[in-house]
């Protein structure tokens, strides 16, 4: 038995059949969906709807494994009532192998995935679910580690590490935002392949060394549009697995693409997605540009949130992920000692774990050696006084920190 009525009358519990506009004219995808929160009624609302059939024999539907689940499980649109079921954490150093184990599987399965779709073939969906699947259980295990890694770049392939770097801190702002472990997955599969589309564009514009001409920038933004169909096509994967692919490009006061579609338009996945991928691509080395210094990419993002571009908590909340000092910035001590960032203390985001590798006058040590600046015996205490440039220091970080994963 279905009934119609005003938008003020609807309430969490119930499932709407129909509504009186399109449903592409909403942040929602589904013809069909139960109601779980007053923010889902709000976004309704400022989408213009202003009545609806409901169903009143609907009955909850329970989840089912391996079927992309309904919008309603998209975090966005839901709060949890308990946060998410978290595994102990075990220590960072006894996490990273595992963790180096799977960046590089996955960096595999992007390169593949992209390969496939070049040639028109199904993405082999399996492989993505399974090495997300190990990725979620990494993050769940010691956050710190995965993030870690997501430095990482390489110039002739930064599709691909981009692709692994933006699911990596998607993940691990999810798991600080305590999303359960279905939606860490959902994030996880969503932005490791949120630029597929741009297997879609000329390689001549994708690669070209320099900034693009308005008409190549109309081209190259075809990327999201394209990336959409070819996961809607493809994998048979549910909306909320499409939200980075679809709004990593939008931006909260609306003048992002390809919709520009606003706050109450987006989804968190989307909102997160546009956080981490901003970070990433402007740390990384383009053919166009040099990558910023982590601490300096963080004060852009800052800046973009006060500027009302990008969504102000996350951002926030994307800084105590990745720390004030992210994994491998080279930092100068008050010792005059140059040091490598190598592990961040959430609790005491000022004194991370360093690599000593240079000393107060500026040689090289032979034999750098680790410091825990939130555990110091002696005194005076090392603190950071100062942020460096890797390259005018002479220092690769990826040198001493991690030669196996690069």
Not at 70 to 78: F, G
Not at 109 to 122: E, F, K, S
Not at 161 to 170: E, F, G, K, M, R
């Amino acid at each position: 038995m279905t009934k119609r009525i005003r938008i003020d009358e609807l309430q969490p519990g119930m499932q709407i059949h129909k509504l009186d506009r399109s449903w592409l004219d909403t942040p929602f995808f589904r013809h069909r969906m139960t109601v779980t929160s007053f923010e889902q009624i709000a976004q309704l609302k400022a989408s213009g709807v202003r009545t609806l059939v409901v169903n009143l024999d609907a009955e909850e539907i329970p989840d089912t494994p391996n079927v992309a689940p309904d919008i309603a499980t998209d975090p966005v649109l839901t709060t949890a009532e308990e946060p998410a079921s978290v595994p102990p954490t075990i220590p960072f150093e006894e996490e990273l192998p595992d963790a180096r184990r799977v960046y590089q599987a996955a960096k595999t399965i992007v390169q593949n995935a992209m390969h496939d779709t070049r040639l028109g073939r199904a993405i082999n969906m399996d492989e993505v679910n399974r090495v997300v699947s190990d990725m979620t259980g990494s993050v769940l295990r010691n956050p710190d580690a995965l993030t870690s890694l997501s430095r990482l770049k390489k110039f002739d392939e930064y599709t691909f590490y981009h692709s692994v770097n933006t699911s990596i801190l998607a993940m691990s702002l999810g798991r600080d935002l305590s999303f359960e472990r279905n939606a860490l997955h959902q994030i996880g599969v969503g932005t490791l392949l949120h630029d597929i589309g741009k297997t879609k564009i000329p390689p001549e514009i994708l690669n070209k060394p320099g900034r693009f001409e308005s008409h190549e920038m109309e081209i190259m933004k075809q990327h999201v549009l394209r990336g959409v169909e070819v996961l809607t096509t493809t994998t048979g994967l549910g909306d909320a697995y499409l939200r980075p692919a679809l709004e990593h490009h939008e931006r909260v006061d609306g003048t992002g693409y390809p919709h520009r579609r606003v706050r109450s338009e987006l989804s968190q996945f989307g909102l997160m997605a546009a956080v981490v991928d901003i970070y990433d691509a402007i740390t990384s080395d383009r053919c166009y540009h040099k990558g910023r210094v982590a601490h300096e990419a963080l004060q852009f993002l800052y800046r973009l949130a006060l500027e009302r571009h990008l969504d102000t908590t996350l951002v926030q909340r994307f800084i105590h992920v990745v720390g004030v000092y992210p994994v491998g910035s080279v930092v100068e001590l008050n010792t005059g000692e140059v040091a490598i960032v190598k592990q961040i203390h959430h609790h005491v985001p000022l004194t991370p774990v360093v690599l000593l590798v240079k000393s107060s006058g500026n040689t090289l040590l032979s034999k750098p050696y680790e410091q825990d600046l939130a555990a110091q015996m002696e005194t005076p205490h090392r603190k950071i006084t100062a942020i460096l440039d890797p390259l005018q220091s002479g220092i690769d970080p990826t040198d001493y920190l991690d030669k196996k994963a690069a």
